[in-house]
């Protein structure tokens, strides 16, 4: 976008302030002029911040709704546009779908822009940063002073509006009563952008450049380019802008709203620059952006907390049970066989298919019950504290109200000799090689449809049979399984290992697989981690969120090269599970250094060779919470 045009756009921002802008547009409750005495359906206005950054804002209002009426609300927050418009005056409400059952069971619900995006207005200088997640504050403020609210808000969203609503209770704002993260990234840096250090860049790519077609930041838009058409076409953008508000001025009010969002920062620049945890530029950091830096004030608060996750969508999982274990809150968490936001049914045991309308609303069941409690009515916030989980392999649902859950075990796995994983320590002996050769190969990944990809496109998650691309690799399986064995939880890998090339800026990958009679080999679960953020801490400096996972900080102070031909022992986490290993399957461990579908290669130049230890002295071992 040329200068002079940029600074036209300026200028109407400041004509355009001194018009009153409450929105006139709304939707009749039914056909005919609507009673004086009710509320509108809609309202799609701007509400003013506290520093005067307006948002747009539609407020959904049951079917005649009177003054008097005391309604609760719903409040979603969001960075993807509230709602749509297109060319030729098409429009695309898609809040009307989620706000529609929400307002039969006498709710209101509120769904805005959040600042810097969409119609709202406001420089977006840092993702899920202070001022954007005061701004939920300042709604729920706002809300309770309707004349239709009773004072109480439910927040909720899914994904980034999620995010933005579990952070939300950090602000300890008593309106808001409850709150249903779905889907939401408990800490963005481990469970989503890098974890263990290790950057998607993969994935990440194209969804940096749908954020500034979203925001039109530096003028980026579908027609920029070919990759920016061909992004547009697959997200329905093409021809779409965000939906204005109502009234006379409320196309000329986006329009120099969005002028506002040409230098927005975005996450994914963020997650580039902030190769470590500790990062900080301006207001923009990994831990403004974390639930894991704000546990004491949302758990003061008390506020209670309903979340879902997926096994397998990224490291949600991995969040809620940060979540279920460092806050007191009450909590009904469930950890299921999602794909991200549940669109899909994920079990890698059994094929993907969409979740049934039956099941869709099985999960919308719970929500409306929960909020009913503490929302609708005034729930004191004492409830139970549960976690729900569901076995891969097995479809069974358990509930506990601790983790680890009773009866855990931590087994220990040896990689041995002939690729074979033991459950004995390996014997010191000179007949046999106690190492293996592991290089890099740029070819090894877990396929385009892997955990990564569904937390940013929603796509379903699919992992094929991994036998040839284990050939490629270093897999250790254990012989047949004499009995059902049930691993439940974290469980870490601990490797001894020695850079031979490349390895100063490397990583390290191990997959926890099952090997059916067959021959098919089933992905279970992963872990990785960049080789310069091998450092552990004590466990005493662990924080609290971190409890389950291995004390490590991924800051930039702890880092350093990996060095070479000097054998390390490094130990990193697998991301959590639940799974049934059936008698006669074997369990196998799959050891790589890349994975391209899903993780930036380290070395940059794929390039990199090691040595896997796994003496007597010196074994490498995989360790797994076995129940039973």
Not at 69 to 92: C, F, H, M, Q, S
Request: net charge positive; hydrophobic share 40%; proline share 7%.
């Amino acid at each position: 976008m040329s200068r002079s045009v940029r600074t036209l756009l300026a200028s109407m921002v400041a004509i355009l302030a001194a018009i009153a802008i409450v929105a006139a547009a709304s939707v009749p409750a039914r056909a005919g002029r609507r009673a004086a005495s009710e509320f509108p359906r809609l309202q799609s206005l701007y509400v003013p911040m506290p520093d005067g950054v307006r948002l747009a804002v539609d407020v959904w209002l049951p079917a005649g709704t009177k003054p008097g009426a005391r309604l609760p609300t719903v409040l979603e927050a969001d960075r993807y546009w509230r709602a749509r418009a297109y060319a030729g005056g098409i429009k695309n409400n898609p809040d009307y779908n989620i706000a529609a059952p929400w307002n039969a069971r006498g709710y209101a619900y509120v769904f805005a822009d959040l600042r810097g995006t969409g119609a709202s207005f406001g420089t977006l200088k840092a993702e899920l940063g202070s001022a954007m997640i005061a701004d939920v504050g300042s709604l729920s403020d706002w809300i309770a002073a309707r004349p239709w609210s009773n004072g109480r808000t439910g927040v909720t969203g899914v994904s980034y509006s999620g995010d933005a609503a579990m952070l939300s209770l950090a602000l300890r704002n008593h309106h808001i009563t409850a709150a249903a993260p779905i889907s939401y990234d408990f800490d963005p840096y481990e469970d989503l952008a890098r974890p263990g250090g290790i950057l998607i860049e993969p994935l990440i790519a194209p969804y940096a450049v749908l954020l500034r077609i979203l925001d039109k930041a530096g003028g980026t838009t579908c027609a920029t380019s070919a990759q920016t058409r061909q992004i547009c076409k697959q997200a329905g953008l093409t021809g779409a802008a965000p939906e204005p508000v109502g009234g006379p001025h409320g196309k000329a009010l986006r329009t120099a709203a969005r002028a506002e969002h040409f230098g927005n920062a975005n996450l994914v620049d963020l997650a580039r620059a902030g190769v470590y945890r500790d990062y900080v530029k301006g207001p923009q950091s990994w831990t403004v952006a974390s639930v894991g830096d704000k546990i004491a004030a949302i758990g003061a608060g008390r506020v209670p907390i309903l979340t879902y996750a997926g096994w397998l969508d990224a490291g949600t999982a991995n969040g809620v049970l940060s979540q279920f274990t460092s806050l007191p809150n009450p909590q009904e968490d469930w950890i299921g066989p999602w794909s991200h936001g549940q669109g899909y049914f994920a079990d890698p045991f059994k094929p993907s298919r969409p979740l049934t309308l039956a099941e869709h609303q099985q999960l919308a069941d719970r929500l409306h019950a929960f909020f009913d409690r503490y929302v609708k009515n005034d729930g004191h916030p004492g409830g139970s504290h549960l976690l729900h989980y569901y076995t891969l392999n097995e479809g069974t649902w358990r509930t506990t109200a601790s983790w680890p859950v009773a009866g855990t075990r931590m087994r220990r796995l040896y990689l041995g000799s002939g690729h074979a994983l033991t459950w004995q320590r390996p014997r010191a002996t000179s007949a046999r090689p106690s190492s293996d050769l592991l290089r890099l190969n740029p070819t090894a990944g877990t396929g385009p449809l892997n955990r990564w990809n569904t937390n940013l496109t929603g796509d379903p998650v699919t992992y094929p049979n991994r036998a040839a691309v284990d050939r490629k690799l270093l897999a250790y399986t254990s012989a047949p399984l004499r009995r059902a064995t049930r691993v439940t939880g974290l469980g870490r890998v601990t490797l001894d290992v020695t850079g031979i090339r490349g390895a100063s800026h490397g990583a390290l990958y191990a997959y926890l697989e099952d090997v059916a009679p067959s021959g098919r080999v089933t992905y279970v679960t992963e872990g990785e981690l960049a080789l310069a953020d091998r450092a552990v801490e004590p466990r005493q400096d662990n924080p609290a969120w971190r409890k389950l996972r291995t004390p490590r900080t991924y800051a930039s102070t702890s880092a350093a090269p990996f060095p070479e031909d000097s054998p390390q022992q490094v130990t990193f986490d697998l991301l959590p599970t639940s799974v049934l290993f059936r008698a006669r399957d074997r369990i196998r461990i799959t050891i790589a250094a890349a994975d391209p579908d899903a993780f930036q290669l380290l070395p940059a130049d794929g390039n990199a060779t090691y040595r896997i230890g796994r003496s007597a002295a010196h074994p490498s071992f995989a360790e797994l919470p076995v129940v039973g």
